[in-house]
């Protein structure tokens, strides 16, 4: 396959699916086995007919269907690229094709890409034999042309790489054939060629030697040790040739999985029957354990049916002379619910403002549950009382969104439970708790404690005096929660308000800018707006009576009568001593009735 990456035929499948707004298209790549970090799988824009930035404009991810995270994906470049080494056989056994897949995830609008790379084998394993040697007993007087059952050896790679054939040493007596089963495995028999005679030749030592069909070939070779004994003519059998037996994942070490039973007709040591397994993957002695005299076959390791649903295994029973027959047992297991859901997040957009339409989302998560049927089966939810909502899309991926207005003034945050349950018996659950901030819009205006106020103050008081402060709260935050004061435009008796009054823009404190006179005024009205510093901002008004309070700063004179006869006491001018209450009748009144009684005018 050489350094480059092969991809099959670029997209062999596009399927578009539309699903609450949401696109599902499928590509197909495949990557040899064992490449670096680093290494190029496939370009997906050209196959996706994307643009450069259009995967970093729409923030994709990319979703792993796997525990693991093999592969990686450059969004400016859209080069998917291998994120760690991949061993097919680690990864899949004998499993064909094996397969990878992840998703490519983009959001606004949502879109899923699934990607399905076949990981192709390479020849980067031996051939392997269980032990070093392998001892046969072999009666002398078994007739030419009987087979004896070799180990097979193991070769975890596939097709051509696996084994294609064996070769036997040279010798006068024995030879191999070969045969495959269903699955391609190729099965190896010792046959005898020519008769034995233990009185010439006890014992041979032959070299099997197993070859696979790689480039370059690899070979793996194991000793056969076969002792010549006297007559045993009479061979093992099983009750049946074929058992079969059922097993739940979860059951314990120790547990009984079958008992196999032989009988043989001889007698003595040729009559003594040991079992033992023959032509079974490493796999069967790690998980199961066979009584060589009892033939009880137990369980030894941990079951898992997301990884093996059945074990088929052959069992040998030997007798004393070196007599063997065969069985079969055939062990199904069944599904358990022992995984829980697992919650996958894909995005979370926080903060959320509080004017956000309804259906906008807030969340992007998928799914997972690796048990099968009903207990792979999930259901998701949030709390009812929330603003929010579940939106099932495809694939097991969901959108949290908004589903009734939000209001930060009210709840601020968020601390959202999304519960996965599996529909397993005894159903399992799992959690995921994520935060979502609310952030504040300018909805609210500032807010005066009373609509209207009064403030008093003492004549003849000095310029820049306090006369009091408005205050207004507002119940958003930050810029929009900053409020300003300012004055109305308005008149007080002949003169503006703003020449009498001013207002700290920051503290809404109130100042008198001139010094105020009771014979003159008594009192005025000014407006305080509040403004605060929302866009667009928002404001509101209160209503201050300025009250000026009177001091005792006029001394009482005589209007009549004066003094004396010839001079006045004093002298009296009408326009400069005229109370704001006398009306312009009442004032000509008093200036005839002072002309009249000789009271000097000194204006």
């Given at each position: 396959?050489?350094?480059?990456?092969?991809?099959?035929?670029?997209?062999y499948?596009?399927?578009?699916?539309c699903?609450?707004?949401?696109?599902?298209?499928?590509?197909?790549?495949?990557?040899?086995?064992?490449?670096?970090?680093?290494?190029?799988?496939?370009?997906?824009?050209?196959?996706?007919?994307?643009?450069?930035?259009?995967?970093?404009?729409?923030?994709?991810?990319?979703?792993?269907k796997?525990?693991?995270?093999?592969?990686?994906?450059?969004?400016?470049?859209?080069?998917?690229?291998?994120?760690?080494?991949?061993?097919?056989?680690?990864?899949?056994?004998q499993t064909?094709?094996?397969?990878?897949?992840?998703?490519?995830?983009?959001?606004?609008?949502?879109?899923?890409?699934?990607?399905?790379?076949?990981?192709?084998?390479v020849n980067?394993?031996?051939p392997?034999?269980?032990?070093?040697?392998?001892?046969?007993?072999?009666?002398?007087?078994?007739?030419?042309?009987?087979?004896?059952?070799?180990?097979?050896?193991?070769?975890?790679?596939?097709?051509?790489?696996?084994?294609q054939?064996?070769?036997?040493?040279?010798?006068?007596?024995?030879?191999?054939?070969?045969?495959?089963?269903?699955?391609?495995?190729?099965?190896?028999?010792?046959?005898?060629?020519?008769?034995?005679?233990?009185?010439?030749?006890?014992?041979?030592?032959?070299?099997?030697?197993?070859?696979?069909g790689?480039?370059?070939?690899?070979?793996?070779?194991?000793?056969?040790?076969?002792?010549?004994?006297?007559?045993?003519?009479?061979?093992?059998?099983?009750?049946?040739?074929?058992?079969?037996?059922?097993?739940?994942?979860?059951?314990?070490?120790?547990?009984?999985?079958?008992?196999?039973?032989?009988?043989?007709?001889?007698?003595?040591?040729?009559?003594?029957?040991?079992?033992?397994?023959?032509?079974v993957?490493?796999?069967?002695?790690?998980?199961?354990?066979?009584?060589?005299?009892?033939?009880e076959?137990?369980?030894?390791?941990?079951?898992?049916?997301?990884?093996?649903?059945?074990?088929?295994?052959?069992?040998?029973?030997?007798d004393?002379?070196?007599?063997?027959?065969?069985?079969?047992?055939?062990?199904d297991?069944?599904?358990?619910?022992?995984?829980?859901?697992?919650?996958?997040?894909?995005?979370?957009?926080?903060?959320?403002?509080?004017?956000?339409?309804?259906?906008?989302?807030?969340?992007?998560?998928?799914?997972?549950?690796?048990?099968?049927?009903d207990?792979?089966?999930?259901?998701?939810?949030?709390?009812?009382?929330?603003?929010?909502?579940?939106?099932?899309?495809?694939?097991?991926?969901?959108?949290?969104?908004?589903?009734?207005?939000?209001?930060?003034?009210?709840?601020?945050?968020?601390?959202?439970?999304?519960?996965?349950?599996?529909?397993?018996?005894?159903?399992?659950?799992?959690?995921?708790?994520?935060?979502?901030?609310?952030?504040?819009?300018?909805?609210?205006?500032?807010?005066?404690?009373?609509?209207?106020?009064?403030?008093?103050?003492?004549?003849?008081?000095?310029?820049?005096?306090?006369?009091?402060?408005?205050?207004?709260?507002?119940?958003?935050?930050?810029?929009?929660?900053?409020v300003?004061?300012?004055?109305?435009?308005?008149?007080?008796?002949?003169?503006?308000?703003?020449?009498?009054?001013?207002?700290?823009?920051?503290?809404?404190?109130?100042?008198?800018?001139?010094?105020?006179?009771?014979?003159?005024?008594?009192?005025?009205?000014?407006?305080?707006?509040?403004?605060?510093?929302?866009?667009?901002?928002?404001?509101?008004?209160?209503?201050?009576?300025?009250?000026?309070?009177?001091?005792?700063?006029?001394?009482?004179?005589?209007?009549?009568?004066?003094?004396?006869?010839?001079?006045?006491?004093?002298?009296?001018?009408?326009?400069?001593?005229?109370?704001?209450?006398?009306?312009?009748?009442?004032?000509?009144?008093?200036?005839?009735?002072?002309?009249?009684?000789?009271?000097?005018?000194?204006?």
């Amino acid at each position: 396959m050489g350094d480059s990456y092969r991809k099959e035929q670029g997209l062999y499948f596009l399927l578009f699916l539309c699903l609450h707004g949401a696109v599902s298209i499928s590509l197909h790549y495949s990557v040899p086995e064992e490449k670096k970090r680093g290494s190029l799988v496939a370009n997906v824009l050209e196959d996706l007919k994307l643009g450069k930035g259009e995967l970093s404009a729409h923030r994709a991810q990319l979703v792993s269907k796997n525990s693991k995270q093999y592969f990686r994906l450059d969004t400016k470049t859209g080069n998917l690229l291998i994120n760690d080494k991949i061993d097919r056989e680690a990864l899949c056994g004998q499993t064909d094709p094996c397969l990878l897949h992840t998703e490519i995830v983009l959001q606004n609008p949502l879109k899923i890409y699934s990607i399905e790379v076949k990981i192709e084998d390479v020849n980067d394993n031996i051939p392997k034999f269980s032990k070093k040697a392998f001892d046969l007993e072999i009666p002398e007087n078994v007739p030419p042309n009987t087979h004896f059952p070799l180990e097979f050896a193991q070769d975890e790679d596939l097709g051509m790489n696996n084994i294609q054939n064996y070769t036997l040493s040279p010798n006068e007596h024995f030879i191999l054939s070969m045969e495959s089963n269903k699955n391609g495995r190729k099965y190896v028999d010792l046959v005898l060629e020519k008769p034995l005679d233990r009185e010439k030749e006890p014992h041979f030592g032959l070299i099997l030697m197993a070859v696979d069909g790689g480039v370059p070939q690899r070979t793996g070779t194991v000793q056969i040790n076969i002792d010549v004994l006297d007559n045993n003519d009479n061979f093992p059998q099983f009750t049946q040739s074929e058992y079969k037996a059922r097993l739940k994942e979860n059951s314990p070490q120790g547990t009984l999985v079958f008992k196999v039973e032989a009988t043989d007709l001889d007698f003595g040591s040729n009559a003594q029957i040991t079992y033992s397994f023959n032509r079974v993957p490493e796999k069967i002695y790690d998980l199961f354990h066979l009584n060589e005299i009892t033939g009880e076959i137990t369980l030894s390791g941990q079951l898992d049916y997301e990884k093996e649903t059945s074990y088929d295994m052959s069992i040998r029973a030997t007798d004393g002379g070196g007599l063997s027959g065969h069985c079969k047992v055939l062990v199904d297991i069944e599904d358990m619910n022992d995984n829980v859901p697992e919650v996958s997040i894909i995005s979370i957009t926080s903060p959320v403002a509080e004017d956000s339409p309804l259906e906008t989302l807030v969340a992007l998560f998928s799914v997972i549950d690796r048990d099968y049927g009903d207990n792979g089966r999930t259901v998701c939810s949030v709390e009812a009382t929330l603003p929010f909502m579940l939106k099932l899309t495809m694939n097991n991926y969901y959108q949290l969104v908004v589903q009734s207005p939000l209001d930060r003034e009210k709840v601020s945050e968020y601390n959202i439970t999304i519960t996965a349950v599996d529909q397993g018996s005894p159903r399992l659950t799992s959690t995921r708790i994520i935060n979502v901030q609310i952030s504040d819009v300018n909805d609210n205006p500032p807010v005066f404690e009373k609509s209207s106020c009064e403030m008093q103050i003492r004549e003849n008081n000095i310029p820049g005096l306090l006369i009091g402060s408005v205050h207004a709260a507002d119940l958003d935050t930050e810029k929009n929660a900053k409020v300003t004061y300012s004055l109305l435009p308005g008149k007080v008796t002949d003169g503006l308000v703003a020449s009498y009054i001013s207002v700290n823009s920051e503290s809404g404190n109130l100042y008198a800018l001139r010094s105020l006179d009771y014979e003159q005024i008594k009192d005025f009205k000014v407006m305080v707006r509040a403004t605060d510093g929302g866009s667009p901002p928002l404001s509101s008004e209160v209503t201050v009576r300025v009250v000026i309070l009177d001091e005792n700063d006029n001394a009482p004179f005589f209007l009549y009568p004066l003094q004396n006869s010839t001079s006045p006491a004093m002298s009296w001018c009408p326009s400069r001593w005229r109370p704001a209450t006398w009306s312009p009748r009442w004032w000509l009144w008093m200036e005839i009735l002072a002309r009249t009684r000789g009271f000097p005018m000194s204006c």
